[in-house]
């Protein structure tokens, strides 16, 4: 019996030593539980603090989608209201985007972004398109051309085209129709050519001169803004336009300097016969104000009557 238990009590301890060992094992294993239930709980933590990040930058890039589309819109709408026809071309001269106005300029279709701009059939002739694009690309400095086509006048414009990084990836060409301006200029050159004509031909002496002050304020000279062909015959004065009336006669009489500031001051015209000592003649003369009044311009239309006096 004392056998036995001596037996069983080796058994006994040997059990308590497994169960110890199991027991030591166990709470390793709840330790490493433990860590790694700490780790997850530092994870989820950092994967929360991770999602509310994402949830500020999304707003933010939702924000930023609102801001593009707006400025997409108004971009179109002022290209719409400007009617200016904007073509966006690569280095290679591609169709990038246009406006709605450029589309009948040169037949576009939205299936022609991505097509050279040479190969389409366009109402607007432009043969130095791809030398004016390389000089830009070149020298970056704008080129404007006037073209015309079907009795209608554009104005192109050419320019680099920069990206956000002020990167040149390609050519912005405007096209504005200046039709009105042309006809309006035409017309305003034709009718200055009969002026011109009516002015030259005028046997009287004519001329619009504008006052020079000196720094007080008190009118020292004037100077000849335009004389029309009899100015010289009754003058025997060559070439007056743009010189002032001391570098045309420098020993003139400071009468006519008071005589024509009195009249750009008052806006009073007059009509006098006197006489230029300077020049030995007599003229009869009517001078008035023309202009605004702070231009300080008289016109005066005068004859020689020095063999009448």
Known sequence: TQAELRARAVEHEAAIGELQASNEELQAINEELHSAGEELE???EELQSLNE???????????????????????????????I???FLDRGLAVLRYTPPAAPLFNLIPSDVGRPISDLKSRIEYPDLAFDA??????????ERELREDGHWFLARLLPYRTHDDRIAGTVLNLIDITARRRAELALAESEQKF???FDSVDQGYCILEMIDDEQGRPVAFRYLEANAAFERHTGLPSPVGRTI?????????FWVEFYDRITRTGESQRIRSAVDALGRVFELYAFRIGEPA??????????????Q
């Open 42 to 44: 530092t994870s989820r």
């Open 53 to 83: 990040e994402l949830t500020t930058v999304n707003a933010e890039l939702r924000l930023r989608v609102d801001q593009l589309a707006l400025a997409n819109a108004d971009l179109q709408n002022l290209s719409s209201a400007t009617q």
């Open 85 to 87: 026809a904007t073509v």
């Open 134 to 143: 390389a000089r830009v690309l070149e020298t970056l400095v704008p080129v």
């Open 196 to 198: 011109r004509g009516l």
């Open 246 to 254: 001391r570098e045309v006669l420098p020993g003139v009489e400071a």
């Open 295 to 308: 231009e300080r311009r008289a016109a005066v239309l005068f004859s020689d009557v020095t063999e009448q």
